[in-house]
């Protein structure tokens, strides 16, 4: 075998620790090694060109490049191998800057590193073998998680395309945070009123199948070809029946029994309930906790009242498979629980301002539906407690977020939009009230945001107050807000009829548990993570599952939406193709040497082990192997450790290649 | 052996998503450590045989470093949950076959944990440097025919001096 060396330079990223021209020379002297060089860049097209032309003169029939990590740059050379006629598995890579240059200052030790690193890769690429890429086929259907303002443009974007979409929203009804948003800054237009007729859209769109009030269980798979298994939760409500009039829900005698999540637990609703009058699909839900029917076996008030005998109390969970191609995550966020105590929940709460213990300190979101035309009062601002209207109100920012010492330190980025627009709302509804607004700093990056902020203090004569709130505590019906104005540098006090609490954004309930099953990383709040934090902020670290909305990061609807389209048009791209290459690392059965106890398939991660009857020349089955499908083979090499007659090998890293690394350590 | 310029030489069986990422975050942050470690490259902790850990000692590595995902964050779902079974059972038996404790050495390093990776090396090192060389096994022969030099100063000399004089470009 022909061996050429190539060592890169990298300008002097490589070559102020490592002597380059050195170990091009060491390495000219190993057995094998045909031609040895070094160059200045190596990535460059003059570099690439070398390595070509060598490839051509000395008939080379494999590469070893000693450069930067194979991550940054495997790909660039095994494609200039390729088109030099050398199969792209014949080029191996000794990562001489991240591993060597770059972390040691002794230019001896670093260049004896080098030369070993470079031995190492030279055993190993005598023993490579040439690998041909796998197809695969890819099966052109989106799964989207998540039905809210991001899930649904992903959805709308995929399937006008023309590719088929499975939604799955977890709630009864998609259409997520935003449709309890009362107005959306910078604009003031109304929530509902643009995302509505988005949500009929899905609802009507040939190629979407909606699937509300179920989760994913189960990913399995690869990008192309997942196979996503949907819990549809019992509705105890047969769809197809159903009509949507709405009966069963006027008729329910349990009112007030449980609290209505989508009011932020500010109204009651029945037993059996939509979320909102909206809600699509307009299919009701029976809350087996608080029914009665559940309880006694009584009651079947709903089922009498029902005129298309739509009620079935028997209804089961049942489980759902969906083939598709692509994932595209969109789980959202919820808002930091405060009165969480630090016992319960890794961030420490805000005991301090009184959330739970004082009935109008109350969050962000709960304003929202207080501000709401839909909302529990009809849109006029009034106090939980008592119903009157408050004549002053303060808003606290930054409750959570860039609080190290509450357990965030990130920013939640729309708070300060969102306090200004609730202060100015408040101020148009209530032309006497005073509202305050306690801040860190103002952000108000965005088109059109400084202008919002701006407009709420001068025309609307919102008074921001920058400093911290340290305690609220009640005295004769008003909440005393204690904090500090560090311009003025002096305490303030605040007697305010109600409190605003902009509370942090933080990952939904569930999402790392849902990371783990789709095989997603996430950070340590709990929000994916995208595959570059710059480049690739749309995909995630495994291939064909792509992230959109707040699950990622804390965003606004804007940023929302302009991601839930980047990640759709991502999968699109990926539905271009009918086939899709794979990186040929797989896992292979030598079958003359298995002995057939089948631990492998024990161990696999994807159950791509399969059981493979052996045969003699007259057809009888003489002994079962082990047999691996390619296909789904993912090439941990788990299964090649486990193997007690080391009959599987892992293309690309077999045993034989890591002895000789080894050997040559 | 001089025991004062005496260097350890460290192997260590990284999976390629977590702990070679990380190391790659390392340099990419600059951070220095000794260069006594070198990383032979597997797909997923999964992977490593403790048969690899056997063959570098036998190879003259005086201390091997095994590492991947934590636990949960495997790439491959479960890999390491697997690795981290077997190493425990192989790690009971490292007195057993002569090799002592530690000189096989844990550490779960995930790809942006690149602090940490430099901190993990530097004690590894340290670590070994403290329990001396590892000649137990120095003597086995192995089937391999890969023969270098055992001084470190001899292995920089080719192999093969007949080749040396080819023209460099």
Same mark, same amino acid.
């Given at each position: 075998?022909?061996?050429?060396?190539f060592?890169?330079?990298? @300008?002097?990223?490589?070559?102020?620790?490592?002597?380059?021209?050195?170990?091009?020379?060491?390495?000219?002297?190993?057995?094998?090694?045909e031609?040895?060089?070094d160059?200045?860049?190596?990535?460059?097209?003059? @570099?690439?060109?070398?390595?070509?032309?060598?490839?051509?003169?000395?008939?080379?029939?494999?590469?070893?490049? @000693?450069?930067?990590?194979?991550?940054?740059?495997?790909?660039t =050379?095994?494609?200039?191998?390729?088109?030099?006629?050398?199969?792209?598995?014949?080029?191996?890579?000794?990562?001489?800057?991240?591993?060597?240059?770059?972390?040691?200052?002794?230019?001896?030790?670093s260049? /004896?590193?080098?030369?070993?690193?470079?031995?190492?890769?030279?055993?190993?690429?005598?023993?490579?073998?040439?690998l041909?890429?796998i197809?695969?086929?890819?099966t052109?259907?989106?799964?989207?998680?998540?039905?809210?303002?991001?899930?649904?443009q992903?959805?709308?974007?995929?399937?006008?395309?023309?590719y088929?979409v499975?939604l799955?929203?977890?709630?009864?009804?998609?259409?997520?945070?935003?449709?309890?948003?009362?107005?959306?800054f910078?604009?003031?237009?109304c929530?509902?009123?643009?995302?509505?007729?988005?949500?009929v859209?899905?609802?009507?769109?040939?190629?979407?199948?909606?699937m509300t009030?179920?989760?994913?269980?189960?990913v399995?798979g690869?990008?192309?070809?997942?196979?996503?298994?949907?819990?549809?939760?019992?509705?105890?409500?047969?769809?197809?029946?159903?009509?949507?009039?709405?009966? #069963?829900?006027?008729?329910?005698?349990i009112?007030?029994?449980?609290?209505n999540s989508?009011?932020?637990d500010?109204?009651?609703?029945?037993?059996?309930?939509v979320? $909102?009058?909206?809600?699509?699909?307009?299919i009701?839900?029976?809350?087996?906790t608080?029914?009665t029917?559940?309880?006694?076996?009584?009651?079947?008030?709903?089922l009498?009242?029902?005129?298309?005998?739509?009620?079935? $109390?028997?209804?089961?969970?049942t489980?759902?498979?969906?083939?598709?191609?692509?994932?595209?995550?969109?789980?959202?966020?919820?808002?930091?629980?405060?009165?969480?105590?630090?016992?319960?929940?890794?961030?420490?709460?805000?005991?301090?301002?009184?959330?739970?213990?004082?009935?109008?300190?109350?969050?962000?979101?709960?304003f929202?539906?207080?501000?709401?035309?839909?909302?529990?009062t009809?849109?006029?601002?009034k106090?939980?407690?008592?119903g009157?209207?408050?004549?002053?109100?303060?808003?606290?920012?930054c409750?959570?977020?860039?609080?190290?010492?509450?357990?965030i330190?990130?920013?939640s980025?729309?708070?300060?939009?969102?306090?200004?627009?609730?202060?100015m709302?408040?101020?148009?509804?209530?032309?006497?009230?005073?509202a305050y607004?306690?801040?860190?700093d103002?952000r108000?990056?965005?088109?059109?945001?400084e202008e919002?902020?701006?407009?709420?203090?001068?025309?609307?004569?919102?008074?921001?107050?920058?400093?911290?709130?340290?305690r609220?505590?009640?005295?004769?019906?008003?909440?005393?807000?204690?904090?500090?104005?560090?311009?003025?540098g002096?305490?303030?006090e605040?007697?305010?009829?109600?409190?605003?609490?902009?509370?942090?954004?933080?990952?939904?309930?569930?999402?790392?548990?849902l990371? /783990?099953?789709?095989?997603?990383p996430?950070?340590?709040? @709990?929000?994916?993570?995208?595959?570059?934090?710059?480049?690739?902020?749309?995909?995630?670290?495994?291939?064909?599952?792509?992230?959109a909305?707040?699950?990622?990061?804390?965003?606004?609807i804007?940023?929302?939406?302009?991601?839930?389209?980047?990640?759709?048009s991502?999968?699109?791209?990926?539905?271009?193709?009918?086939?899709?290459?794979r990186?040929?690392?797989?896992?292979?059965?030598?079958?003359?040497?298995c002995?057939g106890?089948?631990?492998?398939?024990?161990? #696999?991660p994807?159950?791509?082990?399969?059981v493979?009857?052996v045969?003699?020349?007259?057809?009888?089955?003489?002994?079962?192997?082990?047999y691996i499908?390619?296909?789904?083979?993912?090439?941990?090499g788990?299964c090649?450790?486990?193997?007690?007659?080391?009959?599987?090998e892992?293309?690309?890293?077999n045993?034989?290649?890591?002895?000789?690394?080894?050997?040559?350590? | 052996?001089?025991?004062?310029n005496?260097?350890?030489?460290i192997?260590?069986?990284?999976?390629?998503?977590?702990?070679?990422?990380?190391?790659d975050?390392?340099g990419?942050?600059?951070?220095?450590?000794?260069?006594? #470690?070198?990383?032979?490259?597997?797909?997923?902790?999964?992977s490593?045989?403790?048969?690899f850990?056997?063959?570098?000692?036998?190879?003259?590595?005086d201390?091997?470093?095994?590492?991947?995902?934590?636990?949960?964050d495997?790439?491959?779902?479960?890999?390491n949950?697997?690795?981290?079974?077997?190493?425990?059972? $192989?790690?009971?038996?490292?007195?057993?076959?002569?090799?002592?404790?530690?000189?096989l050495q844990?550490?779960?390093?995930?790809?942006?944990?690149?602090?940490?990776?430099?901190?993990?090396?530097?004690?590894?090192?340290?670590?070994?440097?403290?329990m001396?060389? $590892?000649?137990?096994?120095?003597?086995?022969?192995?089937?391999?025919?890969?023969d =270098?030099?055992?001084?470190?100063f001899?292995?920089?000399?080719?192999?093969?001096q007949?080749?040396?004089?080819?023209?460099?470009?």
């Amino acid at each position: 075998m022909k061996i050429g060396v190539f060592i890169c330079h990298c @300008g002097e990223n490589i070559s102020s620790t490592v002597d380059c021209p050195r170990v091009a020379d060491v390495c000219r002297g190993y057995s094998g090694v045909e031609y040895s060089v070094d160059y200045k860049y190596m990535c460059s097209d003059p @570099g690439q060109n070398l390595i070509k032309n060598a490839i051509h003169k000395y008939d080379l029939d494999a590469i070893v490049v @000693g450069s930067c990590s194979p991550h940054m740059h495997e790909r660039t =050379f095994r494609n200039a191998a390729v088109s030099a006629g050398i199969n792209p598995f014949m080029v191996e890579i000794a990562n001489l800057r991240e591993h060597c240059s770059w972390v040691h200052d002794d230019i001896e030790a670093s260049s /004896r590193k080098a030369i070993e690193l470079m031995r190492m890769a030279i055993e190993k690429v005598k023993r490579d073998k040439p690998l041909t890429k796998i197809k695969v086929p890819v099966t052109k259907r989106v799964l989207v998680i998540g039905g809210g303002i991001a899930g649904i443009q992903a959805a709308l974007d995929t399937a006008n395309a023309g590719y088929e979409v499975v939604l799955v929203e977890k709630e009864p009804s998609i259409g997520g945070h935003m449709s309890q948003l009362s107005e959306t800054f910078p604009t003031l237009d109304c929530s509902q009123c643009i995302l509505t007729p988005r949500m009929v859209e899905v609802h009507q769109h040939p190629k979407i199948k909606l699937m509300t009030y179920s989760e994913v269980e189960r990913v399995e798979g690869f990008i192309g070809n997942f196979k996503v298994t949907i819990k549809k939760k019992a509705r105890h409500i047969n769809e197809d029946k159903c009509s949507g009039c709405g009966m #069963c829900i006027t008729k329910c005698p349990i009112k007030k029994k449980a609290y209505n999540s989508f009011e932020e637990d500010l109204a009651f609703r029945p037993a059996v309930y939509v979320p $909102f009058p909206q809600a699509i699909p307009n299919i009701p839900v029976i809350d087996e906790t608080v029914c009665t029917y559940y309880k006694t076996g009584k009651c079947g008030m709903c089922l009498k009242v029902c005129d298309r005998e739509a009620i079935d $109390f028997a209804q089961k969970d049942t489980m759902h498979v969906a083939d598709v191609g692509a994932i595209i995550v969109a789980t959202g966020f919820k808002l930091y629980n405060i009165e969480k105590k630090s016992g319960d929940s890794k961030y420490k709460g805000y005991g301090e301002y009184g959330y739970g213990k004082y009935r109008d300190v109350i969050d962000g979101l709960q304003f929202e539906r207080i501000a709401s035309a839909s909302g529990p009062t009809s849109g006029e601002i009034k106090r939980p407690s008592d119903g009157r209207v408050p004549k002053k109100i303060a808003f606290i920012q930054c409750v959570g977020s860039r609080d190290d010492s509450k357990g965030i330190s990130y920013c939640s980025k729309i708070c300060c939009m969102y306090t200004a627009k609730q202060a100015m709302l408040y101020r148009h509804k209530v032309h006497d009230g005073e509202a305050y607004i306690f801040y860190m700093d103002i952000r108000a990056g965005g088109k059109m945001y400084e202008e919002f902020v701006r407009r709420a203090i001068e025309e609307d004569k919102v008074k921001y107050i920058r400093g911290r709130v340290s305690r609220i505590y009640e005295e004769d019906g008003k909440y005393i807000v204690k904090g500090e104005d560090t311009l003025a540098g002096m305490p303030v006090e605040i007697d305010a009829d109600m409190v605003v609490l902009a509370t942090a954004m933080i990952p939904q309930d569930g999402a790392e548990s849902l990371a /783990r099953t789709i095989g997603i990383p996430y950070d340590k709040y @709990g929000f994916f993570n995208e595959a570059h934090p710059k480049l690739r902020p749309v995909e995630s670290t495994t291939a064909g599952v792509f992230l959109a909305g707040a699950c990622q990061s804390p965003k606004d609807i804007p940023e929302s939406v302009s991601m839930a389209s980047a990640a759709a048009s991502k999968a699109i791209i990926l539905f271009a193709n009918d086939t899709l290459e794979r990186e040929p690392v797989v896992a292979k059965v030598n079958e003359d040497i298995c002995a057939g106890c089948f631990y492998c398939m024990k161990v #696999c991660p994807y159950g791509a082990v399969e059981v493979k009857d052996v045969k003699d020349m007259n057809g009888i089955v003489y002994k079962e192997v082990a047999y691996i499908n390619q296909g789904v083979c993912q090439g941990c090499g788990t299964c090649t450790a486990t193997c007690l007659s080391k009959s599987i090998e892992l293309a690309g890293f077999n045993n034989e290649e890591i002895f000789a690394e080894i050997a040559a350590l | 052996m001089d025991k004062q310029n005496w260097e350890p030489k460290i192997a260590a069986f990284v999976c390629n998503w977590c702990t070679y990422t990380g190391a790659d975050l390392a340099g990419t942050s600059r951070l220095k450590y000794p260069a006594n #470690c070198k990383l032979i490259r597997v797909m997923c902790s999964g992977s490593i045989d403790p048969v690899f850990i056997l063959k570098a000692f036998e190879r003259g590595a005086d201390g091997v470093l095994v590492s991947g995902c934590h636990p949960n964050d495997c790439h491959y779902n479960a890999g390491n949950f697997h690795a981290r079974r077997r190493w425990d059972f $192989f790690h009971e038996l490292m007195d057993f076959i002569g090799i002592e404790k530690g000189r096989l050495q844990f550490s779960w390093i995930s790809a942006s944990e690149g602090k940490k990776f430099a901190d993990v090396i530097t004690k590894v090192t340290e670590d070994i440097k403290a329990m001396g060389p $590892f000649t137990a096994y120095k003597k086995m022969n192995s089937e391999f025919t890969i023969d =270098f030099p055992e001084e470190p100063f001899e292995i920089l000399k080719p192999v093969f001096q007949e080749n040396s004089d080819k023209e460099t470009v």
